[in-house]
């Protein structure tokens, strides 16, 4: 199972012992002399439970009005394949629509005067059912849709993972304080300021290797959705004495 690990960093990070800062106080009524600043960490491994596939059709012709008419209806069926596979209408959302004349040239690049439509139109669904998600890809390229844009995995509600992570990243803070003040020959005071940072974890795979090939066999697309890692940050400033 591949594993994709993210690294939110909120700078540089350094474990230092404040000297030299003299006569600021800190919040608490602590001068910045009697302070200690470190950061610390955690992470916590999830496994993905939301996808997000955004894929469409493309189609060509030197009639723009066919070119358009064809888009339309394997648009239309790959949407109602999607749906017959398990995604809800509220997960599905056309993502873009573009016409464009694409010109034509010979073998010695001279414009040859012949013009063709090119019609793109692509539509994003979420599946909430991993496992399903190479069942509905397959689904849609069998019904029309020629372009894959991508799949991405997320977690819908990362709030359990983030609050061991959070707990983690202070144990961490507070074992670099402590081991910071014991090499000091100083004493450990309580937190006076603590500042978090995260970001959502998301993994993204390019579309030639989710898809792998051209959609017309009849095995579901092999979509394997790894692991993510909710990374915690916490900077946190100690008193000493």
Partial sequence: MKRTTYHFTLGLVALALAAGCVGTPLAGGVPTEHALYVMGEGKVDVTPDVA???LGVETRNVDVAQAVGENITRAQAVVDAVKAAGILEKDIQTAGFNVYAQDQFDQTGQPTGARIYVVSNTVTFIARDIPKVGDVLSAALKAGANTVNGVSFSIEDPT??????????MEDAKARATA????AGVTLGKPISINESYAMPVTNFAAEKAMGYGGGGGAPVPVSAGSLTVTVQVSVTYAIK
């Fill in 52 to 54: 997000t596939a955004t």
């Fill in 180 to 183: 910071l003040a014991d090499s």
């Fill in 160 to 169: 359990t993972a983030m609050a061991e992570a959070r707990l983690k990243a």
